[in-house]
DNA sequence: ATGAAATATTCTGCATACAGCATGCAGTGC
DNA sequence: GCACTGCATGCTGTATGCAGAATATTTCAT
């Protein structure tokens, strides 16, 4: 009469037995595509032909028409009626746009974590920074990068909000097309460097004016950095 | 070669020729669909069955599958992998997290329509106060909210950041379908009506701060009626 | 040769068809 | 009587088929 079929707690501490993820095809189309928007391999303006990219892809038109409906709600493509999809182009102002909100939900997220988020979740991003640190002086743009985004995504996660999270990770996503252009020089890099230094040290001290301010300028300062490149 | 058809240039300046609003069937089903969540037609937690209704509704599964994605990437219904979509249920914290970036984002606008709005479009909102005021005098509660929500779009707008306003449209929109629910006591109508009087008030003088003050302040207040509904 | 109408082709949009997975139920063994 | 296995059913996920619109091409008139 022991039970102990079909629960997590078999023999030798299945822990790993993992809910086995299992992925649609049109979401892997959505995450795919997306891809290619922000790499470039679909030029914005540039129209989707749904066969030629579905045979291209290997797959039929029908979960990659439901992939596009998903990016066109998220802003990446625009629907066209009986004329397809199209990849949507941002102009320097719809950029700007785009930033400005960013920055103020940033600004948001740092009051939020200040108040709600724990000692772990502040050392976690005090280890991203400094791993970002080291990426840095060993001139790995790549990674810098990558831990760059990482760090903001991570302190917009201890707002603990959802909507904020997704809003945010949206909004990051469509200036990841831009940004990856975006180059700056080294005296420039170095001043962004020190602005996300601020910004940890605000916030393990907690100073929501000093973090908000910080994260503010930050992104003000990435628009000057970039938006002749745009 | 010069192609001068199909192009709204026609002759006598036929400004109503109507570009003749095609409108997909998938986007239709958007709109009816995120009704029916609004409105309660479709219950919260409950899966939606493509197949009934697809037929209830006159058709066919697949462009009600591409509207379900759309409004997946929207966040009023959920995708689960192989047992379809089921109508996101929001829990009072997940209220208050949207309310919190609602009001964040009102708070930006009305900075900025501080800065770029234009006279008129002062006026227009105005306008539209008074008309709500006369609908708060007669007791017309629903044409009221109707007015109060077209204010709130207005200002947003007035921003002119798309971004920004698609955003807030979205947030609103989700909000609909709790803050229907919340009815306040005439006290605390009258403390609302006096908040958006302050608001216009703000906004005529171009007074950034105060605006955003009164509009962060509203919101705020809008979270103590509702939250009890919850 | 040029421009416009007519035609052909291609692509989107919707419907239908089919395959695989999930769930509920009956049957079987203990 | 209880639990598990295997089957049946229904639904989702994907592919294909077909009609209409949009675009490219050809043809014809000037």
């Known amino acids: 009469m022991v039970r102990m079929n079909s629960v997590n707690v078999g023999a030798g501490d299945v822990s790993s037995v993992a809910p086995l993820q299992r992925t649609a095809l049109h979401d892997t189309l959505v995450n795919h ?116 985004q990482a760090i903001h995504t991570a302190i917009v996660q201890m707002a603990h909000n959802a909507t904020l999270s997704n809003m945010h990770t949206t909004l990051q996503t469509r200036l990841k097309r831009i940004r990856f252009v975006g180059h700056e020089g080294p005296e420039k890099w170095a001043a962004a460097v020190a602005e996300h230094e601020e910004m940890i040290v605000a916030l393990e001290q907690r100073n929501k004016p000093a973090l908000s301010e910080a994260l503010g300028r930050h992104l003000k300062n990435a628009w000057e950095r970039v938006k002749d490149g745009v």
Chains 1, 2 share one sequence.
């Open 33 to 148: 595509l997306r891809d290619m928007i922000i790499e470039g391999n679909l030029a914005p303006g540039s129209r989707i032909h749904e066969g030629q990219l579905g045979e291209q892809l290997g797959v039929s038109r029908t979960p990659l028409r439901e992939a596009i409906k998903y990016l066109a709600s998220e802003g990446l493509v625009e629907l066209v009626p009986s004329r397809g999809a199209v990849v949507k182009r941002f102009s320097p102002k719809d950029v700007e746009d785009m930033l400005t909100v960013l920055q103020s939900m940033e600004e948001l997220a740092g009051r939020l974590a200040c108040e709600v988020g724990s000692a772990e979740e502040i050392a976690h991003v005090r280890a991203l920074h400094d791993e970002m640190l080291d990426k840095y002086r060993s001139g790995d743009r790549l990674n810098y990068y990558k831990l760059n």
